[in-house]
Structures are given as C-alpha cells and as structure tokens.
C-alpha cells in the first residue's frame, strides 16, 4: 500500500487533533456537568423530601388541632353516649367538610367501626391501624396510610367522656390532584408518588402526582427497604434521582412511603442547547483546520517536492537546474542551503572525476582512464601500439632523495613525452612507468618514436645541485599481433619493458618465446605440490666415474618430472619457480627420502655408490634439516658415508653465519659435503675456507672447451691443485668428449660427470649401467 503524502497526512493529523481534543473535552465537559448535577440534585431532593413531610406535619397539626376541637363536641359526646349513630355521622360529616376530611371514622375502644362516613358498603369492621390507636392516648398521632386502595393522611384523637369512650379518625386524602398540588409549590421540579404494601408484601403505588411515571420501578425489591437516599434509577429511558421517605411517625407504624424523583433529563435539557452550540462551533473549527492544514501542507509539500525533484536530477547526475524557491523562511534557507550544496556537489564530483581519471602528480591520464580510451580505440582501429616507457632507476632516486624530489621528477618526465608525443594517448602506468597508446601506427614509426622516448628522457634532470639520470627503458606490444585485449596488451608491454632493460638500446619488443611471465607458470607450482603428494615425479641418476679406478663409485640424484599435459618439464623450470614460492623445502625433503631409500636398496644388492644430492639456498637455514636427514638415515638404516650434499657457495653468501653452522652440524653426521658450480658466480677463496667441505665440483662451462681453449684447461688445472692442497676431492661436470676425459686424468681429477659418461637414468637402469663396468669399491 502506498504511503499518505505529506499533505494528507498533515491534514488527517490536524482534523484529528482538533477531533480528539475536542470530543476529550466533550466528555470531560459532560461527566462533570453530569457528576455536578447528580451531586446537586442529590441534596435538593433531600431537601425537597424533608419539605415535602415538613409540609405533611404541619397538614396534620392543624388537622389535628381541629380534630381535638371534634373530640370536646358535647353534641357528639352525647350521641355517643346515647349510641345515636346517625347524630354521630353527622358530626362526623360536618366536621369532616371543615377539616378537609373525606372520611371520617369513629373508633371503639376495641378497635370496631362504629360510624364511617364512606359509602355504605364499604365493608370495614376495625380500624386496620392499631398502632395509631394506641399511640394516640400518648400524643398527637398522625399518619399516611391507604385505606381502600387510597392514600389518606389519617389524624386519631381520643373522646373523652370524662374517661375514653372512642376514638375520631380523621382521613384527609393525599391523592394525585393533591400531590401535583405539593410538586408546583417546590421550586425543584421533581415527581412524588406514594406507594404502600400489600398483603403480599410487595408495594403498590396508591397516588402519584405524574400518571405516566413509575419511579417504583427496581428501586427496592419486595420485602427490602427502599432507599432513604438518593440513588440513580432509568424510568422508560430516562435517569432519575430517587428517594422514598416515611409518611408519619414510624413508631406508629405508618404504612405509606413517598417516592420523589427528579428528572436528570430535565435537568440536563438547558445545556443541550450548549452542547448544540458545541457542536457547530466544532464543525466550523473542522473546517477551518482543514483548510488551514491543506493551506499549510501545501505551502510546505511544494517547495519539499521542488526540493524533491532537484534531489532525483543530482541523482542522475544533473546539477545544472538547483531548486528555485523564493521565500523568506526556513524552507527558502533550506532551499539556498541546498542550492549551495548543489554547486559544492558538483564542483567535488567533477574534482573526484579528474582524481578517478588522472595521476595526481603529472595529471596525465591513469591506468583506468588510459585502458578505458584504448579499448574505445580498439573498437575503431584494426592496429596500434602500445609503448610502456619505464625509468629503472626511479625506486634508487626516491629511496634516496624522497618523494618530493621523485614527483617532481616524474612531472618533468611526463612534460617531456608528453612534448615529444604528437598524437595517441599518453598516460601514466605505474609508479615508475608511462604508456603511450599509437593507433594505426607501423613498426617503423614506433620504432622512431621510442628511440626518440629515450633520447629526450637521457637528459638528467637538473634541480638545484641534483643531477640524476632516470635511466630510461622503452617496452612495445603490438595489436593485434602480441594481445588480443587491452588488458594483456599492457601485460605484453611491460614484460616488453623488462626486457628493454637487457638491450643496449633500451627499447625491445614483446616476444613470446622470452617471456618468463606467462601463465601457465602460475598454476605449475600447484601441480609440482600434487605430483610430489602422489609421487609423480622421480630421481634420475647421473654417475660419476672414478678416474684413478676406472669405476661408477657415485651418482647425483635428479629429480624429473613427467606433467600430464605439458610432458616433460626442465628442472630449471620448476626448480626456480619452487625456490621463489618458497616450495623448494617439499621438493628437498621429497628427494632426500627417496634418495636414502633408494641407497637402502642398492647397498642391500651390495651395490655400494655414494648418492649426491642438491640443496637450495633456503635448505640451508632451515635448522632441523640435520635432524630431519640423521631421522631419513636411522629409519632406512644407512650410513651417513653413503650420501653426499651439493651445495653452491651463493646459497652460504646470504646468511653465512646461519649456513655455515647447518653445514657444520651435517658434516658432523659424517655426510660428506661438496661445492657445486665452483668457479663461477660468487666463488670465494674466503668462504672455501670456512666451509666444512668434501669435494668440490668444477662447473661445465670450463669442461665443454678443454680439448680447444688453453685457458679452460689451466683455469682446471689450478682448481684440481688448490682443492688437493685442501684435502678435497676435485668432480669435473659436464664432460662432452673423450679429449676432456682424458686431460682430467692427466691433471689428476677425482670424478668426472656428464654425458660422455652416462646421460641422468632411471634408478633401475643404473644398477645395470653399474654391473657393465664392473662392481665398485667401497666408498672411501
């Protein structure tokens, strides 16, 4: 469901707080009013009962005193005496009619009848109210009572004679023209009924100054008081306060009640008016807030949407059209505010635009931008070419004069190829590097525009008293012919670049066969792990013959491995990948475990050969390699004489105090110890030394040429003496010919190794190769 806006939801709120407040005080208004009125009414209907017998006593005094004056008679003390019926009712009569009185009664002593006044037939025989007879010898005896289905207001006096003879009983009647007369003297507007209580107990209404009302009603059960005090009652659908007050003296056992009521209704009615005024002015303030909140929302909903709009137009990007809005409050500040953060938008996106886009020190274009402009070029050229210009020495210059001197370096860098760049793109690649992008350039034109690169950047950058030449490299990847995509355009350019670094010219293009970054050599590695895990890969063995014996008294293990998709893969090709991932460690321990199991298994045939195997650099500082190689000898059970490691003297140079002692703690094994590739690289007559060595190994290249280059042969002559001076044995590798053989027996060379002798071979080919030039000796 969709949201209210803010116009109607302002409205609703208003009309409802208007509502709200104004039925709250409605009803608040109303139950006071009604609380009030019923607290009020309450008292003055007490009140107006107490008037109302106040008024009955004051009837029945003065009925009473009349009474009294009937009661001295001579006339009707004689009729008694003489028992004149007739002569008594006339009295009674005529007394009756100055009193008030409809029905006069005379009383025995013992209660009988002796004259009514009624109607004959009236069938009373004794007085029904023998308290009032027996109160009346005591004092003034009053009481409402209903004698024949009617209220009479019953005055009894005693006749005396001089003793008592008889009692008078006066009955004024309290009937509904008398008591609607007693409601228009009050000035409380109320209704009085009385009611008294048949031989069942239950009460009947006897008179009633409104015919139509029941104030009865549930106000008391039969047999139950009724209340004295006023209480709440509904009469045909309307409240009334009612009370029922004793008609007499109690004592004399009265048996008529009066019931007064007062109309809350009645009450109520002058302020319906007020409640109608209420009412309209309600209406009319719904109305005004209507249109004041719909006036009000509006003036606030439009300028909202207008701001609303220019939010969704910054959205998409558009900050040319800030919101208009001309008006002096806190939404026309809102409205300038954000005029003003428009502006400040859309100068920082446009900042952040050129940041995103461009190097922040030469503000050429970056790699981003510069790969986004080359893949549109692609899109409309067929060709082009792609020149990554590198200063080699910019990591040397900012180590050493700073980054501030280095960025100016590289903004004065970026003016000159920029100046000497007539078209295309120039950008910057990297830290150290620029691209210039060519299209539909030949060879020869980019060939010229890179010598010219190097030219203009030769020139060193003069600052102060800094003179620094950047050392400039020129890299070129053609397209189509080196990449098929912008990104591996880029790749092949900069392998290009590195390998400007080798040329004298300094500028080379991309060529395949010489490229050591391709990609199949990053998952190589990982297939090197899982061959060596399934022991894919195997030792080849080279031997090495004893010159002075004539015997294969040794070999160097090799490892070789057999890829499943590439075939066989050089040594060199994962031997250095290993070294640099830092895998060589599983490669080491593969081939010392199975060349010490391999040994296990020739000296048990009783083919006795030392077995040499090749460690890295990083072999060397490892500091359990000893315990790992005395752990490999004590469970294959073989001596430590039988295996030999090769070591190179530029694997010690590194950390030679750590090596050193690696070396030490081998020797100590009794393995015996022998310097691979001696003579060339970093070969050290200091750390020969040092070096707890065996034997040492002259490098091919001054095998290959011994039978043609004098040189070779004394440089080899010198190394066999100097290593027997120093007690060690002296292996000649990479023998190719017979002529090298047999000038290193002449000069008095222990071993000879290459494949002249025997081509590396498979373990099991070697014990046959052994067997053909006869058993060997033991190793001495």
Known sequence: MAALGFRLRLTLFVVTTIVAVQALTAVLVTQITRHQLIAEGGRQLTMSA????????????????????????????????????????????????????????????????????????????????????????????????ALDGKAYWMVVVPIYAPQPVALVAAGIPVDDAFLARMQRLSALPKDIQLIAQTRTAAWEVVARSDSHIDLLGGLSAAGHPLAEQPVLETVDGREYLVLARALGDPRAGAPVQAIIGYSLDDALRPYKSVLSTWLGLLALGLLVGL????????????????????????????????????????????????????????????????????????????????????????????????????????????????????????????????????????????????????????????????????????????????????????????????????????????????????????????????????????????????????????????????????????????????HPKLGPVPPDAFITLAEETGNIHRVTRWALASAIAQLQRWLAQGLNVRVAVNLSARDLHDPELPRRIADLLTLHQVEARWLELEITESAVIGEPAAAIQVLRELAGLGLHVAVDDFGVGESSLAYLRKLPV??????????????????????????????????????????????????????????AQGHHIAAAMPADHFASFVAHFGTAPSAC
């Open 291 to 562: 249109a004041g909140a719909w006036l009000i929302a509006r003036g606030v909903s439009r300028p909202v949407e207008a701001l609303a709009a220019s939010v969704r137009r910054i959205e998409r990007g558009d900050y040319s059209a800030p919101a208009l809005i001309d008006r002096e409050d806190e939404l026309g500040q809102l409205a300038a505010a954000f005029s003003t953060m428009t502006l400040a938008i859309r100068q920082r996106e446009e900042h952040i635009r050129f940041q995103a886009l461009h190097d922040a020190v030469t503000a050429l274009p970056n790699r981003s931008a510069a790969e986004a402009a080359i893949q549109c070029s692609l899109h409309e050229h067929d060709s082009g070419a792609l020149l990554m210009v590198g200063l080699t020495r910019m990591p040397e210059i900012i180590k050493t004069v700073g980054h501030a001197l280095g960025d100016r370096l590289m903004r004065d860098a970026a003016e000159r190829i920029r100046e000497a760049t007539t078209r295309g793109v120039v950008a910057r690649a990297s830290d150290t590097s620029f691209l210039v992008w060519l299209p539909e350039a030949d060879r020869t034109a980019v060939i010229a525009l890179a010598l010219h690169l190097i030219d203009v950047l030769n020139p060193p950058y003069q600052e102060r008293d800094v003179s620094i030449d950047v050392v400039p490299a020129v890299g070129i990847a053609l397209y189509p012919r080196h990449a098929a995509d912008t990104s591996e355009l880029l790749q092949r350019a900069e392998v290009a670049q590195f390998a400007a670094l080798r040329v004298p010219e300094a500028v080379a293009f991309y060529d395949a066969a010489s490229d050591p970054h391709r990609p199949g050599r990053l998952s190589l590695m990982g297939d090197l792990r899982e061959a060596i895990a399934h022991d894919d890969v195997a030792l080849h063995y080279q031997p090495k013959l004893n010159l002075r014996s004539g015997v294969i008294d040794s070999a160097e293990a090799l490892i070789r491995w057999q």
């Open 694 to 751: 065996h034997a040492l190994k002259i490098d091919k290249m001054f095998i290959q040429r011994l039978a043609t280059d004098a040189s070779d042969r004394m440089i080899v002559h010198s190394i066999v003496e100097l290593a027997h001076r120093l007690n060690h044995r002296v292996v000649a590798e990479g023998v190719e010919d017979a002529a090298a053989l047999a000038y290193l027996g002449e000069v008095g060379c222990d071993h």
């Open 50 to 145: 107490n008037t109302f017998v106040n008024q009955l006593d004051d009837i029945s005094a003065r009925v009473a005193e009349s009474v009294q004056v009937l009661a001295l008679d001579y006339a009707l003390r004689a009729a008694i005496a003489q028992r004149d019926r007739d002569t008594v009712l006339s009295v009674l009569r005529n007394h009756g009619r100055r009193v008030g009185a409809t029905r006069m009664l005379m009383i025995g002593l013992d209660g009988s009848i002796q004259a009514d006044t009624a109607a004959s037939g009236s069938g009373l025989q004794r007085f029904p109210f023998p308290e009032l007879m027996d109160s009346a010898f005591t004092r003034r005896t009053a009481a409402v009572v």
